[in-house]
Structure formats: structure tokens, C-alpha cells
């Protein structure tokens, strides 16, 4: 099936609603037509895919996961966002590059990837800089294989092992089996991870929130972690950062930070993996850190 086809019957991603996205929308709520909320340099990510100059992030709308403590929920489920067209995304990659990123940081991309390809086919010759796949990890190998000579660094989730937290935060049951085949296929593509100056250039960076009241979650990933890969194989950034935001307040067990014992105790399990890698400092879960990202910057 060709690029475009895909989106009149849409498997892109796990949820596979064969949507005709030509005429109505599936799970993810978007159509045929891009649709972005903001994009700009950004300093939040990970050290080695900010850098100093910043990550050139590009924000898209909609989601095939949905979580009930998303951070971006006025993006994702909520229809914040303009539509551009394929050739303004590739004038937007090549402003970010000119505006010194170090990287394109395709956050949230998955229900985008055919429209992405063909921006990225528009500008490839163009761009010198290492292309970021930024997703919640619910990806189909199928759909990760169209991104080989196009993605250089995949920074996907593992968010839950246990598929009834699954279906209680994103509705999406197989969601660890979907994640841990798509890592195992993002660091096939990429390789191990290459840092110059501070800045990854290749890689898999593999992130989890550490969500309340889930630590024994949280430890259970990071030992499928552990014995699925060598300790360079992949980056491992745990996040402590989480905010109860959106439905997640009224969710009495998620309605609270994560303690430093809940935190520390999946930070001691990775260190016996020996895997590089990022923790946070938890003073950095504060409000102000959740950035907006919905308002149109200026064209
Ligand atoms: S990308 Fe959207 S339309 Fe396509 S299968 Fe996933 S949820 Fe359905």
C-alpha cells in the first residue's frame, strides 16, 4: 500500500480503525490534513536532545493514546491546532534549522507519519541536522519501518506494564506488548546511540513517567527493560516530572506527585542494568515547567 493510501483505510497505529481519513477521522480525532500546535525551539527535553540551542520541536495535534494525565490534552483531545499543508511543514523543518536546532523533534507524530515522509522528502537534501521521533510508544513495527532512512533518533515511552493500567489511563489493553516490539525495532534502525558534543546524533532514548501509586509498574518495566537490551544498546530517561493535570485530578490514586521513594526505588533498579541514561531532579515537577503549547506562533 502506498503512503497516501494508507489513510483511506488508516492502520497506522495499534488502535488500526481502518478510518477513511479522507472523509471522517479515527481514534486519534484528526482527518487527512496535518495539523499542528506550535512549533519552536525547545529546552525541556532530555540534555542531549536540547543541547544548548534547543530542540526544534513541532507540535502535531491529536493522539492515539488520549492518557488521562496528559499534559498536551488541549492538543491532543481537545482540537487545539491549525492545518498546514505537506510544503509549509518542510519550510517549518527548514526554519527550525536555520534558527540553529539541533535537532527536528517530531512530537507526537504517529497519526502524521505518511504526511511527515512526504514533508521530509521535500527538504531531505536540505537538512543536515538528526530527525527525532517523539511518541507515546504505541507504534506498529509496520509503521516504524516507512521512517528507516528518515529518522535518525527514536525517543519513545514505555508508560505500563500492566494492561489494566492501560485501559484505565489510555483505553489501549496491549499497549506494553506494542511499546516493547517498538523499541526493539526503533533501536534496530537507529543503532546504538552516538553523542557528539553533548548532543545525540543516533540513537534510542526510551522514556518512562513514573506515575503514583505504580512503582512496582515502574520497576517491572525497567527489568523487561533490562533483558531486552545491552546497557548501550539504548538511553533510559526516567521522569519524575509527573503532575496530576486533566482527568488524572479526579483519579484519587493519581491525584498526587510521586514521592521520592516511589521515584528512587525505580532509579536503584535501573542502576543494576548499568544503563546510560537520565533522572530528574523532582523539584523540577513543578506547573510552570508544563508548557503551552497550543498558541499559533506567528507565521
Ligand atoms: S492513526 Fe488514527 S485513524 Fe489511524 S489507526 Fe490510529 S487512531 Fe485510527
Not at 221 to 235: M, T
Request: charged content about 25%.
Amino acid at each position: 500500500m502506498e503512503s497516501g493510501d494508507i489513510l483511506t483505510c488508516c492502520t497506522l497505529c495499534p488502535r488500526q480503525c481502518k478510518a477513511d481519513r479522507t472523509k471522517s477521522k479515527g481514534f486519534c480525532g484528526e482527518g487527512k490534513n496535518i495539523r499542528i500546535a506550535a512549533y519552536k525551539l525547545h529546552m525541556w527535553e532530555e540534555p542531549v536532545i536540547s543541547g544548548q540551542n534547543g530542540s526544534g520541536a513541532v507540535f502535531f495535534s491529536g493522539c492515539v493514546l488520549r492518557c488521562v494525565f496528559c499534559q498536551n490534552h488541549e492538543i491532543s483531545t481537545e482540537k487545539k491546532g491549525y492545518v498546514i499543508t505537506v510544503q509549509r511543514l518542510s519550510e517549518i523543518f527548514l526554519e527550525l534549522q536555520s534558527k540553529g536546532a539541533h535537532n527536528i523533534n517530531l512530537v507526537n507524530p504517529t497519526h502524521f507519519v505518511p504526511q511527515i515522509i512526504s514533508a521530509l522528502d521535500l527538504v531531505k537534501d536540505k537538512l543536515d541536522i538528526p530527525i527525532v521521533y517523539n511518541s507515546g510508544g504505541y507504534e506498529r513495527v509496520e509503521t516504524l519501518e516507512r521512517l528507516k532512512n528518515y529518522v535518525d533518533i527514536f525517543l519513545p515511552d514505555i508508560k505500563y506494564f500492566d494492561s489494566a493500567l492501560a485501559v484505565k489511563y489510555s483505553n489501549a489493553p496491549d499497549y506494553f506488548n506494542y511499546a516493547m516490539s517498538a523499541v526493539k525495532k526503533m533501536a534496530e534502525i537507529t543503532g546504538k546511540p552516538v553523542i557528539e558534543n553533548g548532543v545525540l546524533k543516533k540513537g534510542t532514548v526510551i522514556r518512562h513517567l513514573v506515575l503514583p501509586n505504580c512503582r512496582h509498574d515502574s520497576i517491572e518495566i525497567v527489568r523487561r527493560i533490562g533483558k531486552a537490551f545491552k546497557s548501550d544498546d539504548i538511553l533510559l530517561s526516567l521522569m519524575s516530572q509527573y503532575m496530576p493535570v486533566y482527568k488524572a485530578k479526579s483519579i484519587k490514586e493519581l491525584n498526587r506527585r510521586i514521592s521520592t521513594f516511589e521515584y528512587e526505588s525505580v532509579v536503584q533498579e535501573a542502576s543494576m542494568y548499568g544503563f546510560d541514561g537520565f533522572i530528574q531532579e523532582r523539584s523540577s515537577a513543578v506547573e510552570e515547567y508544563v508548557p503551552k503549547f497550543y498558541d499559533r506562533p506567528k507565521e
